[in-house]
């Protein structure tokens, strides 16, 4: 014992160490770590040589974070701000000459193209990814969704056409089993999903008081 003697000034012996970057994930997030993990059905011990299950889900997390919908759309082609239904400008109805149809907008219903056929989770699986294990409160899954830039306004008058629709990150806090709709809530600058009161957002936003 008596041969380890630590020196007076060992605050700057520490200070002077130099440690490589650590692997922690320092990035505060109100997202569960495997909500971000995408489904794979391989085994789970391949043979030697086949890529194991393990490292094909982090080889998939780590492609899908590099994908962009919006860029993906606008590839294609497609302004995502055009995606949603507006009311009729009469007064800026476009003519024949411009090659715009003004009786028919270039506008679909999104339920004709909403087939859960081939999803690899069921909405009930989604929702739970958001349980993390040993504790009783579900966070919200990450998402985007496709929302008014302008808050008021689009609660007020969704179809206005002073409004900018841009796909936007969202943290998902529930289902809704008749209407097939899902709860969504914008994540702040952050990219937090909190309440007025800064508080998290659990259990799809229900209070101990209902």
Aim: aromatic share 8%; glycine share 8%; hydrophobic share 30%.
């Amino acid at each position: 014992v008596t041969t380890f003697k630590v020196p007076k000034d060992f605050g700057s012996v520490l200070d002077k160490q130099v440690i490589g970057p650590t692997t922690e994930n320092l990035i505060k997030s109100d997202f569960p770590v495997q909500s971000f993990k995408p489904k794979v059905q391989i085994a789970f011990q391949g043979l030697p040589g086949q890529c194991s299950q393990k490292m094909e889900i982090e080889r998939r997390r780590r492609q899908y974070l590099t994908f962009d919908i919006a860029q993906l759309l606008a590839n294609k082609g497609i302004d995502s701000n055009q995606l949603m239904p507006r009311h009729h400008d009469l007064d800026n109805m476009p003519t024949i000459e411009e090659k715009k149809d003004p009786i028919f907008p270039i506008y679909l219903p999104l339920k004709i193209f909403d087939n859960d056929e081939y999803d690899c989770r069921t909405p009930e699986e989604w929702i739970s990814l958001g349980l993390e294990p040993g504790s009783h409160d579900r966070k919200p899954v990450p998402g985007k969704a496709l929302l008014p830039t302008d808050d008021v306004l689009g609660h007020e008058d969704p179809k206005s056409q002073k409004l900018i629709y841009k796909w936007l990150g969202v943290g998902v806090l529930d289902y809704d089993k008749e209407t097939e709709l899902y709860l969504v809530h914008k994540t702040d600058k952050n990219g937090l999903v909190r309440d007025e009161e800064g508080r998290p957002i659990l259990n799809g936003g229900i209070t101990p008081e209902g």
